[in-house]
């Protein structure tokens, strides 16, 4: 039996995106730079909402791009034989730009891993920092956010589940845990 409990709404989305957005701009001092690469899917609509707000802040329009990082996991045999290859769409030079990669949820940290060979196709990047909605730990890598919304204590057989409106018609983040 499965038992959901609900950890942000709409409004902690908003709240926290806000929050991000503010520590990229003071730590950078500005945007000069600065690319965001949201990881697909969920990661891809949270970037462009972190570039809306740094917009927003600092006037600057960020390039923002989307990654399918598919073919670059290493258990992709494991999900599919014939694994779901979207495009990704990095309309801009990646050389020498600090690029944040955006993710909803960090996990063991092999999605990135995948996600920093993936870039590493497109270019030469002068930095590479991790946003994330969601860390809820258990690391298989040494791969830590830079920029964090919240940790969620949690046991391996536990599910985050990530909507955002965008995509699921709701901005909602739950925990699915096996009872």
Do not use: C
Request: glycine residues 6%; charged residues 30%; proline residues 4%.
């Amino acid at each position: 039996m499965k038992q959901t409990r609900p950890i942000l709404n709409d409004q902690d989305f908003k709240r926290i995106i806000s929050r991000i957005a503010h520590e990229i701009t003071e730590i950078h001092r500005g945007a000069k730079d600065l690319a965001l690469v949201g990881i697909q899917t969920r990661g891809d609509f949270l970037a462009k909402r972190l570039a809306d707000q740094i917009r927003h802040i600092e006037g600057v329009t960020l390039p923002v791009g989307s990654m399918d990082i598919n073919m670059y996991r290493d258990d992709w045999t494991k999900i599919s034989h014939q694994p779901i290859v979207r495009p990704s769409d990095i309309p801009f030079n990646v050389d020498d730009k600090i690029i944040i990669l955006v993710d909803d949820v960090l996990y063991t940290g092999r999605t990135i891993r995948a996600a920093m060979e993936a870039l590493m196709d497109f270019g030469r990047p002068a930095r590479i920092e991790l946003a994330i909605l969601v860390d809820r730990g258990h690391r298989e890598l040494p791969i830590q956010a830079d920029y964090r919304g919240i940790f969620v204590d949690t046991e391996h057989q536990d599910t985050i589940h990530v909507h955002v409106s965008e995509h699921d018609n709701q901005d909602l983040v739950f925990k699915e845990i096996d009872k």
